[in-house]
């Protein structure tokens, strides 16, 4: 029985294009006298019938010029093919190597007349018969693990001399300087080591809250100075900055001269000093 806005569905399929006539016969018992009112719908096409695992109105689901299999899962089919895919082992080491290594995978450089060509070019070819022999050896299991271990893979990256290698010489090859693990501290994680060091956060006073915060404190790196020194809102800014802006040296600077005495308490400058001692600048 239904209410006053009841409705009900009636699937058919119709298997050949032409037209064809549809009758419906129904009847309601209606109090007062008013009568009843059936609103018709033909919908022509559903995208998604149940037990499908695909939506009709899209391409056949496949991977490349394969098509799944019917009465399977094909997301499941989908994820399979593309662990076996030749490029797939290549891909996972490079999208893991930014993460791990804090910079981008190098690329192949392009104008042979740059001046530093040679050395871009000895960098990533470097860089890629690493990845390669890596790839190679994730594919058929690192270290005897199971096929495509990611957890073997990270380890892999973490032990490897891509990562321990402290940096190179950046101003006889400035192209080398992106060698190693060393990057920019995002405000987040300055933000934490200022507090280690000098055991308050900046701009925050313990009777502070913030309820837009995730840890409830609204500090200078966290909220005033945040995009400013290279984090991101992830709305406008998406990228952190990969390099170090003159605004973000001056918002270090800020904080180094305005809390450097403060942070530890009382130091001692120079021994021998007497109170009210003077420097003057030498020429």
């Not at 893979?153 to 300087?177: H, K, M, Y």
């Not at 060698?179 to 055991?199: Q, S």
């Not at 991101?232 to 990969?242: F, G, H, K, L, Y």
């Not at 003159?246 to 942070?263: C, P, S, V």
């Amino acid at each position: 029985m239904l209410g006053c806005n009841g409705r009900i569905t009636i699937p058919f399929t119709v298997s050949i294009a032409g037209e064809y006539s549809f009758q419906l016969t129904a009847a309601g018992d209606q109090a007062g006298d008013e009568p009843v009112k059936v609103l018709l719908i033909v919908d022509r096409e559903r995208g998604y019938e149940d037990g499908d695992t695909w939506y009709r109105d899209m391409r056949k689901p496949g991977f490349m010029t394969d098509e799944a299999p019917a009465g399977v899962s094909s997301l499941q089919w989908l994820g399979q093919q593309i662990a076996e895919d030749a490029w797939f082992a290549s891909a996972a080491v490079q999208f893991w190597w930014p993460a791990v290594m804090g910079s981008e995978v190098a690329h192949a450089p392009e104008v042979t007349t740059d001046v530093d060509f040679e050395t871009r070019l000895a960098v990533f070819e470097a860089q890629k018969d690493f990845i390669d022999g890596l790839a190679s050896n994730f594919k058929v299991g690192l270290n005897s693990a199971v096929l495509t271990n990611g957890r073997e893979l990270i380890i892999e990256l973490l032990a490897s001399p891509w990562f321990r290698v402290n940096g190179a010489d950046g101003n006889q090859n400035p192209q080398l300087a992106e060698v190693g693990t060393r990057r920019l501290l995002t405000p987040e994680e300055l933000d934490l080591k200022f507090y280690h060091l000098a055991g308050y956060y900046w701009g925050w006073s313990p009777d502070d809250f913030s309820e837009y915060d995730y840890h409830a404190r609204a500090t200078k790196l966290s909220r005033e100075y945040k995009v400013l020194y290279g984090g991101i809102d992830s709305r406008n800014v998406t990228q952190r900055a990969p390099s170090t802006t003159a605004m973000m040296f001056n918002i270090a600077e800020k904080m180094a001269l305005g809390h450097g005495l403060r942070a530890g308490g009382p130091r001692v400058l120079r021994k021998g000093l007497k109170k009210g001692v003077c420097f003057q600048k030498s020429r």
